[in-house]
């Protein structure tokens, strides 16, 4: 099969005649133009042969130069930009390139960060989890901003000819917030983003530890999680309705042989005999 079969194949749950790949490395777009990027990651292709060509995060999202991100309140001060606002352009440059020299032959997708992982990169955890505990409506306001770009952002990508979005979620967890607090502060803004992908598809890529991916019914169509954060790769595929981006387990790969790895692959999907599968390495 090709690429584009094998993963098309799979996403509908028909048999492929393997289960399809993505692998990628993580690039500083603040730093490579779009070209250069779509350069690098064509080269990589060829070397790699994944069935899915992911184009990395951008964490470009630029504020005033008076801006300072030092207290809750600076929070309010970030305003909503284009999808194609400062280093965001050397993303969806890249994308428009990547889309043009893969199309029909692999599926492209674009990797996003969640509202909440771009805010924490802006900010730093320790700020956000403060704007988020004291009541004042500064998170609200920088989660509000941050939903907006994003959108922009997804929609400029699926016009440009995505076949799928990755939207990279690490606030569902236990050891950030209850349950009930991400569905009421941050989990609107997850479905205007899984919305904003249509009609590609779009995957939410849990990350992190003690995740309650069970319990969010996400309108996504795939759905990626650390294994090592369990539950394992079989039973995570099987309490899953649509396809799963699954990343493998990451524990002892350094130190371990082209065959121990061919063969923890096969025992893995030994055990999923029914169910849509695209196999993603853990980062």
Known sequence: MKP???????????????????????????????????????????????DVVAVPPCFGYTVDSNVSLDRPADLAKLEPVHGRHGAWSNQQDAIRATC?????????????????????????????????NDGTGFFAQAIDSLTRSLVSFIKLAVEAGVHGVILEEPAASHELMDLAVYRQRLLPSLL??????????????????????????????GLGWPVAAGPNLARGAMRWPGFVWGGLDPEGWSDASTAWLRGSLRNQLGEITSRPLILTTPG
Do not use: M, N
Not at 195 to 212: C, D, M, N, T
């Open 4 to 50: 584009i079969e094998r993963v098309e194949t799979t996403i509908r749950g028909e048999a492929a005649d393997r289960a399809p790949f993505c692998l990628y490395t993580h690039y500083d777009l603040e730093l490579l133009g779009g070209e250069v990027l779509a350069s690098a990651i064509q080269a990589f292709v060829e070397r790699i042969e994944p």
């Open 100 to 132: 043009r020299a893969f199309f029909g032959k692999r599926p492209v997708v674009a990797v996003v960060p969640s509202a909440w992982l771009q805010l924490e990169k802006l900010a730093g955890r320790k700020l956000i989890q403060e704007a988020l």
């Open 192 to 221: 205007l983003l899984i919305e904003a992908a249509k009609p590609a598809w779009s995957v939410v890529q849990f990350q992190g530890r003690r995740i309650y991916w069970e319990e969010l019914k996400v309108p996504s169509q």
